[in-house]
């Protein structure tokens, strides 16, 4: 059974990088899939943030595109996620999942990050 | 891209059948057959319920069913128990407009479903 559980500062200041590690359990990230980061703002719905290839291939949303970095570390069987220049529009809870071919099947269970000085 | 469009919320009796709508554009939902469906109870992480438009992941219950019209995609919750009042969305796969047409997916609004 796949874990996912991200870990990561709970409170970032404006204009500063929101950085989020995502360690995974009970399977490779180097072997097959594809891993990504979903967040949602507080009351409000899901957004897909981007994705990461066991070969480190990324795709990126294209409204973020400018301000995102994913990246995996396969020596510790994690990714993470960098997301610069964040605003209060920026807070929410994060999500790292693992794809299933072209859907969402396992998911950690989300860390909120909050932007504020 | 936009989000999917979904109804904000759907109401139904214990027993009754109801249906999820989720509209999308010949880009995303009319195009591929890529779409999922998860469902969210309050403080907790989605759970996928539907994938490729129709099928169900083991362990999901037959009370859930998925399909897919045009560029409108659906959700059919039969025989409404308590436990299926949750948020409810939905998620495509597309390529995105910019000039690499990269892999993207876009969710829908979302849908609070209400027992009655």
């Known amino acids: 059974q796949v874990q996912l559980q991200e870990s990561g500062p709970g409170l970032v200041k404006p204009s500063e990088t929101l950085s989020l590690t995502c360690a995974v359990s009970?399977?490779?990230?180097?072997?097959?899939?594809?891993w990504s980061w979903v967040r949602q703002a507080p009351g409000k719905g899901l957004e897909w943030i981007g994705e990461?290839?066991?070969?480190?291939?990324?795709n990126y949303n294209p409204s973020l595109k400018s301000r995102v970095t994913i990246s995996m570390d396969q020596s510790k069987n994690q990714f993470s996620l960098n997301l610069s220049s964040v605003t209060a529009a920026d807070t929410a809870i994060y999500y790292c999942?693992?794809?299933?071919?072209?859907?969402?099947?396992?998911w950690g269970q989300g860390t909120l990050v909050t932007v504020s000085s | 891209q936009s989000a999917l469009t979904q109804p904000a919320s759907v109401s139904g009796s214990p027993g009754q059948s109801i249906t999820v709508s989720c509209i999308g554009t010949s880009s995303d939902v009319g195009g591929y057959n890529y779409v999922s469906w998860y469902q969210q109870h309050p403080g907790k992480a989605p759970k996928l319920l539907i994938y490729d438009v129709s099928e169900r992941p083991s362990g999901v219950s037959n009370r859930f069913s998925g399909s897919k019209s045009g560029n409108t995609a659906s959700l059919t919750i039969s025989g409404l128990q308590a436990e299926d009042e949750a948020d409810y969305y939905c998620n495509s796969y597309t390529t995105s407009s910019t000039y690499d047409r990269s892999s993207t997916y876009v969710f829908g609004t979302g849908t609070k479903v209400t027992v009655l």
């Open positions: 990461i290839s066991h070969r480190g291939n990324t």
């Open positions: 009970g399977g490779s990230i180097s072997r097959s899939n594809w």
């Open positions: 999942v693992r794809n299933g071919e072209k859907y969402f099947d396992y």
